[in-house]
C-alpha cells in the first residue's frame, strides 16, 4: 500500500533585500509512504507504521487504526526556524540547524527510506525547472547509518536509506540536524540588467532571477517490513540490497 501526502515549505525570496522574506514560512506537510505489495501476506499490515519527526516531535504520521482505517497526523515543518515575531528574516548564505528523523511508530521491525526533493515555485506556486535547485542546500547526515543512493539521487532528489533495522518505537538518527538547511549567497548575484536610452540618458533596470520566487522541499518516508527483506526492498523500492546474516541491517548493491 502506498501514500502520499504532498510537502510545501516555503519561504518568498525578496530580491531586493537580498533576502528570503520570513514573516510566514508558509504550509509544509511531511510525506508518508508505506509498502506492504507482493509480501502482505508475510505480514499484517496493521503492524505497520511510520511517522517524520522534527525536532523531536511528531509532525506526519501514518499508523493503522482498525476496520481498514488509518490514523493520520499532518503538520507544518520548519514553523520554527526563524523568529516571525520579531520580524526575522531568512538570510542568503546563513544556515539553519533544524532536526529530522523518521521514527518507527508501528509494531514490527522496519527497514526505512527517506527521499527528499527541492526546487523553486513561483508566485502562482508553479514549478520552474530553469531555476537551480543546488542553490537550497540541505545537510544530509551519512556517517551516521543513513546512505545516500547516488545512482537513484538527482540535483533535485536525494535518496537516501537508513541501514540499520528500525525496531517499533525507535527513531533514527538526524537525517538532516546542524547547519540543515540554508540558501545559498549567489542567489543574490543571478541579475540581468538592460539598458533603455531615454530623452533624459540612460536607465539600467535590474532584474534578480529568483525575485518572488519560494523554495519547495518535500520530505517522503518509507516503511518496508524485515522480513524477507531483500525481496520485499525490491518490489517496493526497486533495489538490490544485501542484508546482514542476523538480518539487522543492510548495504546497497
Avoid at 511531511?30 to 499484517?44: G, H, M
Avoid at 497526523?73 to 520548519?78: G, P, V
Wanted: charged share 20%.
Amino acid at each position: 500500500m502506498k501514500k502520499k501526502i504532498p510537502v510545501v515549505p516555503t519561504v518568498l525570496l525578496s530580491a531586493a533585500a537580498l533576502l528570503l522574506a520570513g514573516s510566514t514560512v508558509g504550509s509544509t506537510r511531511a510525506a508518508l509512504t508505506y509498502f506492504s505489495e507482493n509480501y502482505s501476506a508475510s505480514v499484517n499490515i496493521s503492524q505497520i507504521g511510520v511517522s517524520i519527526e522534527e525536532n523531536g516531535e511528531t509532525v506526519s504520521s501514518r499508523d493503522y487504526a482498525g476496520n481498514d482505517q488509518w490514523s493520520e497526523t499532518s503538520t507544518s515543518l520548519f514553523t520554527n526556524l526563524l523568529d516571525t515575531e520579531k520580524g526575522e528574516t531568512l538570510a542568503l548564505g546563513k544556515k539553519y540547524d533544524d532536526s529530522i528523523t523518521i521514527k518507527n511508530s508501528g509494531s514490527i521491525d522496519t527497514f526505512v527510506r527517506a527521499v527528499v526533493t527541492k526546487s523553486w515555485q513561483d508566485r502562482e506556486g508553479n514549478k520552474d525547472t530553469s531555476l537551480d535547485p543546488d542553490f537550497i542546500r540541505l545537510n544530509f547526515l551519512t556517517e551516521n547509518g543513513w546512505q545516500i543512493d547516488e545512482s537513484a539521487s538527482t540535483p533535485e532528489r536525494t535518496v537516501l536509506y537508513y541501514t540499520n533495522l528500525l525496531a517499533p518505537g525507535e527513531s533514527t538518527p538526524e537525517l538532516l540536524g546542524q547547519d540543515a538547511l540554508s540558501i545559498d549567497s549567489a542567489v543574490g548575484s543571478k541579475v540581468t540588467q538592460t539598458e533603455t536610452q531615454t530623452d533624459e540618458g540612460t536607465v539600467i533596470t535590474t532584474e534578480y532571477a529568483y525575485d518572488g520566487y519560494s523554495f519547495h522541499v518535500e520530505v517522503e518516508a518509507d516503511a518496508v517490513q524485515t522480513h524477507n527483506a531483500a525481496d520485499a526492498i525490491k518490489s517496493a523500492w526497486g533495489v538490490d540490497v544485501n542484508v546482514s546474516e542476523d538480518g539487522n541491517s543492510i548495504s546497497l548493491r
